[in-house]
């Protein structure tokens, strides 16, 4: 079935790194891709998405290029905040699909 | 509430009780999700409803689990005569239509099988 892999944690990082967590995905027909956050104390929150090979998708600074041919959707950010300090998760849907599959998710810690 | 609501916030229970987790979605989203995330994995889906009708029930993972909506909106997830192995965090969200394009995820309920 659909599923998504993406970059063990816990990443610790110091302000104005860069951060990147890999996500790869399988999937039998042409999914969406989706990251989304999770501040502390709060529910998990749509960070960004992209429906179709070669969009971009971007928020906050972050940004995730959906990759076919490499079946991945990696996400980056060039100059980390503190309050960046989050869990993330990457996720797919089948288009024929009406739920997400996510991955196990990435802590990142951003240190001042 | 402008958000979805998840009530207990937290429940510990003992082993072979039955608990009940309720769910508010934002008004007016007809699509409602449960996932369940245990420590060190992804979030599990549960259970799908469209209104009051939940088309896929395929996540539930034994039928000590059963999940209903009612009036279109609270939903609530039960699970009888719990095991450890039950315990773990419990999402929920909605979603405008059917689709998910774009969840909107409560805090969770965490729940503690002793």
């Known amino acids: 079935g659909d599923s998504v892999t993406q970059m063990e944690g816990p990443v610790t990082l110091s302000e104005e790194a860069f951060l990147t967590i890999n996500c790869t995905y399988t999937?039998?027909?042409?999914?969406?891709l989706f990251w989304y956050v999770q501040y502390p104390g709060e529910g998990l929150q749509l960070l960004l998405k992209?429906?179709?090979?070669?969009d971009k998708g971007s928020n906050k600074g972050f940004e995730a290029t959906y990759r076919k041919e490499t079946t991945s959707f990696h996400l980056e950010k060039g100059s980390v905040q503190v309050s960046d300090s989050a869990v993330y998760f990457c996720?797919?849907?089948?288009?024929?699909?009406?739920?997400?599959?996510f991955g196990a998710g990435t802590t990142v810690t951003v240190r001042a | 509430g402008a958000g979805v609501s998840q009530s207990p916030s937290n429940k510990v229970t003992e082993k072979g009780k039955d608990v009940e987790l309720r769910c508010d979605p934002i008004?007016?989203?007809?699509?409602l999700y449960w996932y369940r995330q245990s420590l060190g994995q992804g979030l599990e889906f549960l259970i799908y409803?469209?209104?009051?009708?939940?088309?896929?029930k395929s996540g539930l993972p034994s039928d000590r689990f059963s999940a209903e909506r009612t009036g279109g909106s609270v939903s609530t997830l039960t699970i009888q005569r719990t095991q450890q192995e039950d315990s773990a965090v419990y999402l929920c969200?909605?979603?405008?239509?059917?689709?998910?394009?774009?969840?909107?995820f409560g805090e969770g309920s965490r729940l503690t099988v002793l």
């Open positions: 969200a909605s979603s405008l239509g059917g689709g998910v394009e774009e969840l909107f």
């Open positions: 999937a039998t027909g042409y999914p969406s």
């Open positions: 992209a429906t179709k090979a070669d």
């Open positions: 996720a797919l849907s089948d288009r024929n699909d009406y739920k997400l599959s």
């Open positions: 008004s007016g989203h007809t699509a």
């Open positions: 409803f469209q209104g009051n009708s939940a088309p896929d």
